[in-house]
């Protein structure tokens, strides 16, 4: 290495001269003394060596000094660790573990928190946080001085018709500004024009390019070609790039919204949707907040009935990242949380390694200090070391990080936002190596700070035994306990989440999911518009299923339980008029066939079900009720021969006849979501609610078949007996009802799995580390122990007194992880179901567990000490 | 001759950087000059190497604890002469404190077993 420092060959030359001078002085010496001239020459040459070398080596005094320094601790610390391939193993094996684990969390955090979204000016960017018809929309963006308003409908699903089998893709109705506003650009073709979401210019759209390529073959001329959606004819007019996935990865294709006035249910009732928005130059979004406020009367004003004077007021203005990711940040956050804990101990753990390794090295450290190495180079020297051994541990970290996170994609639910963004990238590995480097420092600076205070006298005197100085011993026992803390928050929060998803798995979703295979069949909406066809339609098909081989009996529904839909819209219950600026009451209707609630297992406890003769259309319009709905409303009294009706149709009241058991409709934790307030039922045909105002019963139903057992397969009697009524009509998703429950489940479980699988290493770390600390100290305490079985001691006893000090290190560490925790799980209680965030059973099960795990950790050590042969002991000495 | 051949002592760095510092507390000397001094104020028993002399005088000046520059020798013979720095005199005395030290500690361990020996 040579670094020469300044004006290197005027240096060299002089060096020369100065060596040569030597060697003349010293001749002219041994001249003096009487040698001949070619003797002393030779000798002093002799005496010296080789010149050159001495040269070198002393040229090298003026190398880039801490460079070599830092080469030279390098070299020292790999050669340290080398020697101690056991200890390197699991220091670098635990940092791997932690700084994987941290790095694989956060590039999911990177991908859907913290990444600029990839749309122009994306800090400008803004949406509500609540849901909005298309009526409130015109109206803000007439109003709005703070904000460009657009529309975009959740994801709807569309029937492809006429290019090869029918297909149901999933699209987006958008204002006709939504991509210029975004500053999206199309791959191919044009966006939409302004005012193509008014009725009759609406007749484009836009496909994705995924759909581009794998329906339409990448046909290069395929902007301006007709295909037909939901029966309509729509002109491609452009495609987007495969990187455009707005609103949701799953978006095929885009089409304008339908902003048609005198559709009135569906222009001021229905069509709910996310409002987005760009904040317009010198705006702020304090102002666009405030200006929300200000037009919400002027939205109310302007419909058609009057609305409750609260509608909408809990809307609010926040920025496009936040309304998109929602509610996955809390639980992101938690996770991050969680990980970062993890990391704490395995940072404690290699600390204790490090503390327990620099008391057996006090001695080298003494012998260098003796030689002159200054403090400062001695911490130095440590600290490169243990950073040495977090960089190693970072590196293999980042392959944990890798797989970790390719499993972690898979498991956590597909629709959380912006998965499809997340990877590994740049700026991670800048936060692994930051990462990496603080890491080491951290668990460093403590033992290296203990190593370098060494009192060289004192270790120098003591020879051969060694001193366990009481600083770092002390300090390895509070790493133990801080350690045992930390691992009892984690196992409590995993504990908490496992226990929630065993409460949640054994809880019944109000219906029996066994031997029951649904199937979406979706003839286009406007096949129903003729009276009566839809109806015939599902009559035959229904006729037909069940006379299928292995079918029990068949049944249709207007969506699943657990949020596979349902009709929405406000009603009036005879008898109990809404008070002025009080919320309506709103209701969820499911559109069934007869058979539906006896093949879901759904329990009727009062007055009768349907039957096909309430399907006529001279028939009186009836309903059944939940048994929530029927207590909320009318308490007491039993529902049947109540009354309700729709908010805007005045004279068509509906009978109650019927009160059914509760079915989680919304998701696998709640029946409803918190702004419906009740659920009913409706027999499918012409008296069928709907909440955009239509006629007609809806076309899209998912057919619900009882088999005679798991195993009967009639997904291609199924396709064929569609098929032989109407070739237009796909049918999709066919599964067994059993895993769209499980489907439910998989958010919870993989929210559950992640911290079981943080828990576990936690335990294992801890473990480790009283582990470490308990055999540490049984070594250092070999003589003691001898003496005490010299004295007398039985085994018993040093058992005893062995297990006891790991006892009392776990305990502490125990009680302060439960304290800890109660502090800490409430910010998960969230996440949590049917089990209370400071659930006793949990926290002592938890503290049972771990007090075990402590115990089983110091059993190994307490047994070696229990052996020590006090002769052998004190001789050793 | 055996004698001596044994009680040549490889010397350690950080002891050599002191026995330089010492020396040159007398006055600037050139660099064949201190391994004289050395080894004549050792009684001979400690022989300098010229290969670690060098770079330790080397290192100390780049350190700013010793100064160099040439001059000319009583016999017309340029030399580069070494003097103590402000940095070094404050070195050498807290390296002296060290040495007082150690030499102490070590005395503690040998003393007893010396004795025993010798018994």
Redesign the interface.
């Known amino acids: 290495m040579k670094f020469p420092?300044g004006d290197g060959e005027k240096r060299k030359k002089?060096?020369n001269?100065?060596?040569a001078?030597?060697l003349?002085?010293?001749a002219?010496d041994r001249e003096a003394r009487g040698e001949s001239p070619a003797q002393a020459n030779e000798a002093a040459r002799r005496?010296?060596?080789?010149a050159s070398?001495?040269?070198d080596?002393?040229?090298?005094?003026?190398a880039w000094?801490w460079l070599e320094d830092l080469l030279q601790d390098l070299r020292y610390g790999a050669r340290s660790l080398r020697k101690n391939p056991g200890f390197t193993m699991i220091a670098v094996l635990t940092l791997a573990l932690g700084i994987g684990a941290n790095t694989a969390i956060f590039s999911l955090v990177n991908g859907v928190l913290l990444r600029p979204l990839p749309y122009a000016q994306p800090e400008r960017l803004v949406g509500t946080t609540q849901y909005y018809p298309k009526g409130p929309l015109v109206v803000m963006r007439q109003q709005s001085h703070t904000m460009e308003l657009v529309g975009v409908s959740d994801n709807k699903e569309f029937n492809l018709t006429g290019t090869g089998d029918p297909v149901r893709l999933i699209g987006n109705s958008v204002s006709a500004d939504f991509f210029s506003m975004l500053g999206a650009q199309p791959a191919m073709g044009r966006t939409f024009h302004d005012g193509e979401d008014q009725p009759d210019k609406d007749r484009v759209v836009i496909l994705s390019r995924a759909l581009w390529e794998e329906r339409f073959n990448a046909d290069p001329n395929i902007v301006g070609k007709w295909i037909t959606l939901e029966g309509e004819g729509r002109e491609i007019v452009g495609v987007m790039p495969a990187d455009f996935r707005f609103p949701s990865p799953k978006t095929e294709l885009w089409v304008p919204l339908h902003l048609d006035p005198r559709n009135t249910g569906d222009y001021w009732g229905d069509s709910y949707m996310a409002l987005i928005g760009r904040l317009r130059p010198g705006a702020t979004l304090q102002q666009a907040r405030a200006e929300l406020k200000t037009m919400r009367p002027l939205v109310l004003a302007a419909y058609a009935w009057r609305m409750p004077t609260n509608s909408f007021v809990d809307s609010s203005v926040v920025s496009l990242e936040e309304a998109i990711v929602g509610d996955a940040r809390g639980k992101l956050l938690i996770l991050l949380g969680a990980v970062s804990l993890l990391l704490l101990i395995a940072c404690a753990n290699v600390a204790n390694l490090l503390l327990a390794r620099a008391t057996t090295r006090e001695r080298e450290v003494a012998v260098r200090v003796?030689?002159?190495?200054s403090r400062w180079r001695i911490l130095r020297q440590l600290i490169t070391e243990s950073v040495l051994l977090s960089l190693l541990g970072g590196a293999l970290g980042l392959g944990v990080a890798f797989s970790g996170l390719s499993i972690l994609k898979a498991a956590l639910p597909p629709d959380t936002p912006r998965l499809a963004d997340v990877a590994l990238d740049g700026q991670v590995l800048g936060f692994t190596a930051l990462l990496a480097i603080l890491t080491g420092v951290i668990f460093g600076l403590v033992p290296a700070l203990g190593a370098s205070k060494v009192d060289?006298?004192a270790t120098?005197?003591s020879?051969g035994q060694r001193s366990a100085t009481g600083g770092n011993h002390r300090a390895s026992k509070l790493l133990v306990v801080g350690e045992v803390a930390v691992s009892m928050i984690l196992v409590i929060a995993a504990g908490l989440l496992v226990k929630s998803l065993w409460i949640l798995s054994g809880t019944s979703p109000g219906f029996r999911p066994e031997r029951v295979v649904t199937a979406r069949i979706t003839p286009n909406e406007s096949f129903c518009e003729v009276p009566g066809r839809c109806l015939a339609f599902y009559n035959e098909l229904l006729e037909r299923m069940r006379a299928l081989p292995g079918v029990r009996d068949v049944a249709a529904v207007n969506g699943l339980p657990l949020g596979g839909g349902a009709e929405i819209f406000p009603i009036v219950v005879e008898g109990q008029p809404t008070p002025e600026g009080a919320k309506v009451p709103m209701f969820w209707e499911k559109i069934i066939t007869p058979d539906y609630l006896s093949i879901m297992n759904i329990p009727l406890l009062r007055g009768r079900g349907f039957s096909e003769a309430d399907a006529a259309p001279e028939a009186q319009a009836v309903v059944i009720v939940s048994k929530s709905t029927a207590e909320h409303f009318w308490p007491g009294k039993g529902a049947v021969g109540e009354h309700i009706r729709a908010k805007w149709e005045p004279n068509v009241w509906r009978t109650v006849v019927g009160v059914v058991g509760d079915v989680r409709e919304y998701n696998i934790r709640s029946d409803s979501a918190s702004w419906i307030d009740g659920v009913m039922y409706a027999p499918y045909g012409p008296h069928a609610i709907r909440g955009s105002g239509a006629d007609a019963p809806p076309a899209e139903m998912t057919l619900v078949i009882e088999t005679a057992d798991e195993q009967v397969q009639i997904a291609e009697e199924l396709k064929n007996t569609v098929a032989s009524l109407n070739h237009d009509v796909p049918v999709s998703q066919i599964s067994p009802l059993k895993s769209w429950v499980a489907e439910a489940m998989a958010e919870p479980r993989s929210t559950s799995a992640l911290f079981a699988v943080f828990a576990g290493l936690a335990l294992l770390l801890g473990a480790v580390g009283i582990y470490g600390v308990i055999s540490y100290s049984v070594a250092q305490r070999t003589r003691e122990i001898g003496i005490r079985m010299a004295l007398g001691a039985r085994r018993k006893e040093v058992l005893l007194l062995v297990v006891g000090q790991g006892a009392k290190l776990a305990l502490a560490g125990v009680a302060i992880g439960i304290a800890g925790g109660l502090m800490l799980t409430r910010l998960m209680s969230g996440l949590l179901y049917g089990v209370h965030a400071t659930d006793p059973a949990t926290f002592a099960a938890v503290a049972v567990l771990l007090m075990f795990v402590a115990l089983a950790a110091c059993f190994i050590p307490a047994r070696r000490a229990m052996r020590v042969d006090p002769m052998v002991a004190l001789r050793y000495e | 001759m055996k004698q001596r051949y044994q009680n040549r002592i490889e010397l350690?760095?950080?002891?050599l950087?002191?026995l330089v510092l010492q020396t040159l507390r007398w006055g600037a000397q050139?660099?064949?000059g201190i391994a004289l001094a050395i080894r004549a104020n050792s009684g001979d028993i400690l022989q300098v190497?010229?290969?670690s002399l060098?770079?330790a005088?080397?290192?100390l000046e780049?350190r700013k604890l010793i100064a160099a520059e040439?001059k000319t020798?009583e016999?017309n013979?340029?030399?580069?002469v070494y003097r103590l720095s402000a940095a070094g005199k404050k070195k050498l005395a807290s390296?002296r404190s060290?040495w007082a030290?150690?030499s102490?500690?070590?005395a503690?361990?040998l003393g007893p077993a010396g004795e025993g020996s010798e018994a």
């Open positions: 420092w002089e060096l001269e100065e060596i001078s030597h003349q002085m010293a002219r005496e010296m060596g080789n070398v001495v040269q080596v002393t040229h090298d005094q003026w000094t003796a030689l002159g190495a060289m006298t120098l005197k020879g | 350690l760095q950080g002891t950087d002191l050139h660099g064949y190497d010229t290969g060098y770079p005088l080397h290192r780049r040439w020798s016999n013979q340029r030399v580069r390296e060290r030290q150690i102490q500690a070590i503690g361990i």
